[in-house]
């Protein structure tokens, strides 16, 4: 068996085939085993060609456009509504902020931010690696080229959302908690230790449901050191200070999030759950890879795996406590699963016999293919808008965010809303439909107020703006009859026609004036 660096060649990753297949296979592995610093070059610089298959996804579009907003005075959830806590937004500020001063595109700046957050964490996390004389060092440094793959090129949907690069930032606190488990664990500096606690910290300020990762990353230490002290260590008290002090920042500086968007999402939002989709889209994948780890698990000197494969089924819990079924919620589970069967392989024992090649490779397709698919407006419909409604204005009529705006920024258009979509007022149909079956008639006379208020809201936005594009969430055809049956709904869209039927939107195109008011008064 090939070595390098006393770790096994990534050439005989896993139980290959025999014949000429086997030795095309073992002829590039050796290579890349050889040269995994060019590789990461190679790979860093494909990705964001590769990259371009999906845009800006609708998240990130949304959080720049509110990024904007707030550059250009506007109040963020008085004049622009964010469902998130202020650190979704901060998170983008830095390079939104500084494309507004360089006169640049904020999307590609961000993409750029994005690579170096990435990119940060990584090295970070290696560093620490190393410094901790970690067994898996000299392993990871030649399977490089993949621990980075899962970063820049299998994210697809989820690249640049907070729990990618959340993600990201945790990998030197889960690096720190391995080396903090080893019996012979060398002392660290303080600030290593801080540094990391830290960087851990981004993804529980981002999205509090983490804060399980790290507490069970500190519980695998004190278990592994049969030392309950260890969940007192220096980087959990860094993260526990940074994320009450912006819990704290939340409550004095942003009341209005906790008085206002808070409890629409209580009612509205939180509720809805799609446990089914969970496990139709990604459970197959994540078992598969999740039952090659514990194979082993046992035959491997890995100090990181174990820490890996502990975070990653703690990060099941958010998932499941979200239930949205949308990719970029299981990313971190999956991502830290494949970086543990990626330590597996490489740093396993001589005499451990590794799976089939097909089975390993079954696992990772499976875990990646709900990342591949893309929203992305396709480039004859941004070419169509150009031609018939230049730098148009747009709307929406659905509660996903991801096709209406992305198309906005695309065709150098506007966004007219202070609302990403319309998950106020189709959640609050769904969930009134929902209680009047269960005969919960207090719950849907809220919520059929709630209701109003949106409809409301939204008709008198659509009237006091026109947009030249009104963008129709087709597959929400609950909401869509609902604003439909709205007689000044009916009257807006008598002044558009319809440009172009996709199979989730309708593109409309607006091509009457409104009437005068002395029209509309007799």
Same mark, same amino acid.
């Given at each position: 068996?090939?070595?390098?660096?006393?770790?096994?060649?990534?050439?005989?990753?896993?139980?290959?085939?025999?014949?000429?297949? $086997?030795?095309?296979?073992? /002829?590039?592995?050796?290579?890349?085993?050889?040269?995994?610093?060019?590789?990461?070059?190679?790979?860093?610089?494909? $990705?964001?060609?590769?990259?371009?298959?999906?845009?800006?996804?609708?998240?990130?579009?949304?959080?720049?456009?509110?990024?904007?907003?707030?550059?250009?005075?506007?109040?963020?959830?008085?004049?622009?509504?964010?469902?998130? &806590?202020?650190?979704?937004?901060?998170?983008?500020?830095?390079?939104?902020?500084?494309?507004?001063?360089?006169?640049?595109?904020?999307?590609?700046?961000?993409?750029?931010?994005?690579y170096?957050?990435?990119?940060?964490?990584?090295?970070?996390?290696?560093w620490?690696?190393? /410094?901790?004389?970690?067994?898996?060092?000299?392993?990871?440094?030649?399977?490089?080229?993949?621990?980075?793959?899962?970063?820049?090129?299998?994210?697809?949907?989820?690249?640049?959302?907070?729990?990618?690069?959340?993600?990201?930032?945790?990998?030197?606190?889960?690096?720190?908690?391995a080396?903090?488990?080893? &019996?012979?664990?060398?002392?660290?500096?303080?600030?290593?230790?801080?540094?990391?606690?830290?960087?851990?910290?981004?993804?529980?300020?981002?999205?509090?449901?983490?804060?399980?990762?790290?507490?069970?990353?500190?519980?695998?230490?004190?278990?592994?050191?049969?030392?309950? /002290?260890?969940?007192? #260590?220096?980087?959990?008290?860094?993260?526990?200070? *940074?994320?009450?002090?912006?819990?704290?920042?939340?409550?004095l500086?942003?009341?209005?999030?906790?008085?206002?968007?808070?409890?629409?999402?209580?009612?509205?939002?939180?509720?809805?759950?799609?446990?089914?989709?969970?496990l139709?889209?990604?459970?197959?994948?994540?078992?598969l890879?999740?039952? *090659?780890?514990?194979?082993?698990?046992?035959?491997?000197?890995?100090?990181?795996?174990?820490?890996?494969?502990?975070?990653?089924?703690?990060?099941?819990?958010?998932?499941?406590?979200?239930?949205?079924?949308?990719?970029?919620?299981?990313?971190?589970?999956?991502?830290?699963?494949?970086?543990?069967?990626?330590? *597996?392989?490489?740093?396993?024992?001589?005499?451990?016999?590794?799976?089939?090649?097909?089975?390993?490779?079954?696992?990772?397709?499976?875990?990646?293919? &709900?990342?591949?698919?893309?929203?992305?407006?396709?480039?004859?419909?941004?070419?169509?808008?150009?031609?018939?409604?230049?730098?148009p204005?747009?709307?929406?009529?659905?509660?996903?965010?991801?096709?209406?705006?992305?198309?906005?920024?695309?065709?150098?258009?506007?966004w007219?809303?202070?609302?990403?979509?319309?998950?106020?007022?189709?959640?609050?149909?769904?969930?009134?439909?929902?209680?009047?079956?269960?005969?919960?008639?207090?719950?849907?006379?809220?919520?059929?107020?709630?209701?109003?208020?949106?409809?409301?809201?939204?008709?008198?936005?659509?009237?006091?703006? /026109?947009?030249?594009?009104?963008?129709?969430?087709?597959?929400?055809?609950?909401w869509? #009859?609902?604003?439909?049956?709205?007689?000044?709904?009916?009257?807006?869209?008598?002044?558009?026609?319809?440009?172009?039927?996709?199979?989730?939107?309708?593109?409309?195109?607006?091509?009457?004036?409104a009437?005068?008011?002395?029209?509309?008064?007799?």
């Open positions: 068996m090939a070595r390098i660096d006393g770790c096994a060649g990534m050439s005989d990753v896993a139980a290959l085939p025999t014949g000429r297949t $086997a030795e095309v296979l073992r /002829r590039i592995g050796n290579w890349c085993a050889a040269n995994p610093l060019l590789l990461c070059a190679l790979i860093l610089l494909i $990705a964001p060609f590769w990259q371009m298959r999906w845009g800006t996804v609708g998240d990130t579009a949304w959080l720049i456009h509110v990024c904007e907003q707030i550059l250009s005075g506007q109040r963020l959830y008085i004049d622009v509504v964010e469902t998130n &806590p202020p650190a979704s937004v901060m998170l983008y500020m830095p390079p939104v902020w500084l494309a507004s001063r360089l006169g640049v595109d904020a999307d590609v700046l961000t993409a750029a931010y994005s170096a957050v990435v990119l940060f964490g990584l090295g970070f996390a290696a620490i690696v190393r /410094r901790g004389s970690l067994a898996d060092w000299a392993a990871l440094r030649v399977a490089s080229p993949l621990v980075l793959a899962l970063f820049v090129l299998m994210p697809g949907n989820a690249f640049s959302e907070r729990e990618h690069l959340g993600t990201a930032m945790l990998l030197p606190l889960l690096a720190l908690a080396w903090r488990a080893k &019996p012979d664990a060398q002392t660290l500096r303080p600030w290593t230790a801080a540094g990391a606690g830290l960087c851990g910290s981004l993804i529980v300020i981002l999205k509090p449901h983490y804060g399980v990762v790290v507490i069970a990353c500190a519980a695998f230490v004190a278990w592994r050191r049969r030392d309950w /002290r260890r969940i007192f #260590d220096i980087e959990y008290w860094a993260a526990g200070t *940074l994320s009450l002090a912006y819990a704290a920042t939340v409550v500086a942003f009341p209005e999030f906790l008085s206002d968007i808070y409890p629409d999402l209580r009612d509205v939002y939180l509720p809805i759950r799609s446990y089914l989709p969970i139709v889209n990604f459970a197959g994948g994540y078992v890879a999740m039952a *090659l780890c514990w194979r082993l698990l046992r035959g491997t000197h890995s100090d990181l795996a174990p820490l890996l494969v502990t975070a990653s089924l703690a990060g099941l819990l958010p998932v499941i406590i979200q239930a949205k079924a949308w990719p970029y919620h299981v990313y971190p589970a999956v991502t830290i699963v494949l970086l543990a069967l990626i330590c *597996l392989v490489a740093m396993r024992r001589p005499a451990t016999r590794l799976p089939s090649w097909k089975l390993v490779a079954v696992a990772v397709v499976a875990c990646w293919a &709900p990342f591949f698919p893309t929203q992305k407006p396709p480039s004859d419909l941004l070419a169509q808008i150009e031609r018939e409604a230049p730098r204005s747009v709307a929406l009529i659905g509660s996903d965010l991801a096709f209406g705006l992305p198309l906005a920024r695309l065709a150098g258009g506007t007219v809303s202070r609302n990403n979509a319309d998950w106020k007022g189709a959640g609050a149909l769904y969930m009134r439909s929902l209680a009047k079956a269960q005969g919960r008639d207090a719950e849907a006379r809220q919520l059929d107020a709630l209701l109003t208020v949106h409809v409301t809201e939204k008709l008198g936005e659509l009237e006091r703006t /026109r947009p030249d594009l009104l963008v129709l969430q087709t597959e929400e055809g609950f869509i #009859d609902h604003m439909k049956a709205q007689p000044r709904f009916a009257a807006l869209l008598a002044e558009y026609e319809l440009m172009r039927a996709e199979k989730r939107y309708w593109i409309y195109r607006r091509v009457r004036p009437p005068s008011p002395v029209a509309a008064s007799g």
